[in-house]
C-alpha cells in the first residue's frame, strides 16, 4: 500500500531533550515536506526537500532540522525543543513537485512541557 | 495575508441534510485541489480541479472551479456522520510561487 509513515504517533517531552520524529514512504516520490498544524493557524510548512541531499526551508524553519540521506526518508528533528513546538506534525510526499498532489502521514502529536 | 479564505470555519449539521463551503481567494490559481482530514488522521487527497468552471463529482461530494480560477466550491449531498471532518482546499500558483497554499480549513461536524 502506497503510504508515508511517520513515527511515533504520540511524544510527550521535555523542554531541551532532543527529539526525532521519522518519516518515511514507499512512492519513490523525490519531494518531501514537514508541516505542523496548530488550530486557528492551519497547516504551515517547515521544510522541504526537493530530492536526496536537497533541502530548504519552509515558513516556519525556526527550532528544526532535517536531512536527506535517502529518497525514502526525511526525519525532522529538534534539538532542543521548546513548549511553542507543542504542535500536530505532518510529512508528506508528492509526486509531482513541492505545488503536486501531497500524500500525508496520519500525524504526529507533540507535547513539549 | 491568507490568500486562501475559506467559509465557513465550522458547519454543524443532521444527517441527510446538504452543504456547500467555498474556498476564495483574490489571486489566480493553475489549479486546486481539495482534502478531508479526519480526526486523528492526515489530510486525504479528494479532487484536483484544474480549468476554469469544471465540474467534478466524487459520489455526493460535488466540486467546482470558479470559472476565473480564483474560487472553488465543495457541495456535499444529504450528508453522513462519515463526512465528519476538517475540509481543506489548496491551491497551485505556479506563476507567482512554486508552493502548494492551503486554505484556512471548514471543520464539519454531521450529527446522526
Known amino acids: 500500500e502506497a503510504q508515508v509513515t511517520q513515527n511515533p504517533r504520540y511524544l510527550i517531552t521535555v523542554t531541551g531533550k532532543k527529539l526525532t520524529v521519522t518519516c518515511s514512504q514507499n512512492m519513490n516520490h523525490e519531494y518531501m515536506s514537514w508541516y505542523r498544524q496548530d488550530p486557528g493557524l492551519g497547516l504551515r510548512q517547515i521544510y522541504y526537500s526537493m530530492n536526496v541531499e536537497v533541502t530548504d526551508k519552509g515558513d516556519v524553519p525556526e527550532g528544526y532540522k532535517v536531512s536527506r540521506k535517502e529518497k525514502r526518508n526525511f526525519p525532522l528533528i529538534l534539538e532542543s525543543p521548546s513548549p511553542n513546538q507543542t504542535s500536530l506534525y505532518f510529512c508528506a510526499s508528492s509526486l509531482e513537485g513541492r505545488s503536486g498532489s501531497y500524500t500525508f502521514g496520519s500525524g504526529t502529536r507533540l507535547t513539549v512541557v | 495575508t491568507q490568500l486562501l479564505e475559506q467559509s465557513p470555519q465550522f458547519l454543524s449539521i443532521q444527517e441527510g441534510e446538504n452543504l456547500t463551503v467555498y474556498c476564495n481567494s483574490s489571486s489566480v490559481f493553475s489549479s486546486l485541489q481539495w482534502y478531508r482530514q479526519e480526526p486523528g488522521e492526515g489530510p486525504v487527497l479528494l479532487v484536483t480541479?484544474?480549468?476554469?468552471?469544471e465540474v467534478k463529482k466524487l459520489k455526493r461530494l460535488t466540486f467546482q472551479f470558479g470559472d476565473a480560477r480564483k474560487d472553488s466550491s465543495l457541495h456535499i449531498t444529504a450528508a453522513q456522520p462519515g463526512d465528519t471532518g476538517l475540509y481543506l482546499c489548496?491551491?497551485?500558483?505556479?506563476?507567482?510561487?512554486?508552493?502548494?497554499?492551503f486554505g484556512t480549513g471548514t471543520r464539519l461536524q454531521v450529527f446522526p
Open positions: 480541479v484544474v480549468t476554469g468552471g
Open positions: 489548496a491551491g497551485e500558483a505556479r506563476v507567482w510561487t512554486d508552493k502548494l497554499i
